[in-house]
C-alpha cells in the first residue's frame, strides 16, 4: 500500500519557521516529481511548490518565493519543505503528493496525496 505521510506541522508564530517532511512508503518515487500544496478554509488546493524527480527544477508559487524551499533526498524516500518568515496567510492544510511524471505543477497529474498536516500561524 503506498502512502505518503506529512509531518512537521503545527503552531508557529508570524515570522517564524516550520520545516515540513512527507516521508512515502510502498514504492519508490525517486523517477517521480513531488509537489507540496495547500488548502485554506473556503479556498481551493493550490499549488506551493513542486520539485523534479532529480532535484534540478524547483517551483514555487509567487506568494511563497524567498520563503520556501522544497528538497528532496531520494535514498530516504522524502520530499521536504522548509517554511521561513512564515506568515498569517500561510495557514492552512499542507498536503504532500506525488506525480506519475518527472515533473510537473499541476495538481491534475498528482496520483498520490497525504493526509495534510495543519500548519498555523498566529500574528
Known amino acids: 500500500q503506498v502512502q505518503l505521510v506529512e509531518s512537521g506541522g503545527g503552531l508557529v508564530q508570524a515570522g517564524g519557521s516550520l520545516r515540513l517532511s512527507c516521508a512515502a512508503s510502498?514504492?519508490?518515487?525517486?523517477?517521480?516529481?513531488m509537489g507540496w500544496f495547500r488548502q485554506a478554509p473556503g479556498q481551493e488546493r493550490a499549488l506551493v511548490s513542486a520539485?523534479?524527480?532529480?532535484?534540478?527544477?524547483?517551483r514555487y508559487a509567487n506568494f511563497v518565493k524567498g520563503r520556501f524551499i522544497i528538497s528532496r533526498d531520494n535514498a530516504k524516500n522524502t520530499v521536504y519543505l522548509q517554511m521561513n518568515a512564515l506568515e498569517p496567510e500561510d495557514t492552512a492544510v499542507y498536503y504532500c503528493a506525488a506525480a506519475s511524471s518527472r515533473y510537473s505543477v499541476s495538481a491534475h497529474e498528482y496520483d498520490y496525496w497525504g493526509q495534510g498536516t495543519q500548519v498555523t500561524v498566529s500574528s
Open positions: 520539485i523534479n524527480w532529480n532535484g534540478t527544477t524547483r
Open positions: 510502498g514504492r519508490t518515487f525517486s523517477n517521480n516529481s
